[in-house]
């Protein structure tokens, strides 16, 4: 089985009221580290009252990554200077490739401010490796059933497959570097058995409940670092739970990231903000 090589904590990094975790970067893990994985931001869960103001994130720019955002509970809507807009509900995703740069919003729909219920977010960004960092922006939009499922261990595992494909079964999302992105819900007692490349970097992250992942048992909370020395996984349920799970090959390309750019050089950053301020991330308009 691949060895696990740390387990790390996410760290409480509220936003206003916004219940949040940073499970990647932390002063464990630094960016890069999980390459071509970057980031993740687990929002809630919480839930918010009748006439409430929604998610805080109103127009902000990227450049140089894809964000990759599962709604678990609430809803999320989509605008951005490409011309995309979109609301996805609980069980939906969406994908947005930045690019060479776009300035996007992520808010809650006015049906979710008026009237509150229960919200959980997780928001991953994936690095583009630099002959796809100024590729045109793009934005898909998925919601629940628009996602393949596989149900495995006799009903007490459902996948969901988000990208790339699992065995015979692709999924709706192509990314441009094979990335394989997967939501997994356990029952008790559920197992999952599976063989990844040695050569890939594993993403796990325990959303909820409680697992024995090859032979050691993480909570919720949790992201779990791999070695890269075998191909056998092994996941089984001690109690009903939920990770995001995913493997890449790795770029092996230096990784400078500052605020919403994620890019090869300091050089490169620079002209990153010189680019946003002259406008050519597109001209936002409420």
């Avoid at 918010?48 to 998610?55: C, F, I, K, T, V």
């Avoid at 993403?203 to 909370?221: A, D, H, M, P, S």
Wanted: aromatic share 10%; proline share 6%; charged share 20%.
């Amino acid at each position: 089985m691949r060895s696990i090589k740390k387990i790390h904590k996410a760290v409480s990094a509220p936003i206003g009221n916004l219940v949040t975790y940073r499970a990647l970067p932390t002063p464990a893990l630094e960016i890069g580290e999980l390459d071509p994985f970057l980031f993740l931001n687990h929002h809630g869960p919480q839930q918010y009252p009748a006439r409430n103001s929604g998610l805080p994130f109103g127009p902000h720019p990227h450049r140089g990554f894809e964000t990759v955002t599962f709604i678990l509970a609430g809803d999320i809507m989509h605008k951005d200077t490409g011309g995309y807009e979109s609301t996805i509900k609980a069980g939906g995703i969406q994908w947005m490739t930045a690019g060479r740069g776009l300035i996007h919003a992520e808010v809650s729909s006015d049906e979710f401010m008026a009237n509150g219920g229960d919200l959980e977010i997780l928001q991953l960004w994936v690095n583009l490796p630099a002959r796809y960092k100024m590729t045109e922006p793009n934005y898909i939009g998925l919601q629940k059933e628009d996602i393949p499922k596989i149900t495995l261990d006799e009903g007490k595992v459902i996948l969901d497959v988000v990208s790339g494909r699992w065995e015979d079964v692709p999924a709706s999302i192509q990314s441009l570097t094979d990335i394989q992105l997967y939501t997994v819900y356990f029952k008790v007692g559920g197992k999952l058995t599976t063989q990844i490349p040695a050569t890939h970097t594993i993403f796990l992250y325990v959303v909820r409940g409680e697992l024995n992942i090859n032979g050691q048992t993480v909570t919720k909370l949790n992201l779990v670092e791999f070695n890269q020395d075998a191909e056998d996984l092994i996941i089984e349920a001690t109690t009903d739970s939920i990770i995001l799970f995913g493997h890449a090959q790795p770029f092996n390309e230096p990784v400078v990231a500052y605020g919403p750019f994620v890019m090869n050089s300091e050089k490169e950053i620079q002209e990153a903000y010189q680019d946003y301020q002259e406008g050519k991330f597109g001209i936002w308009q409420d």
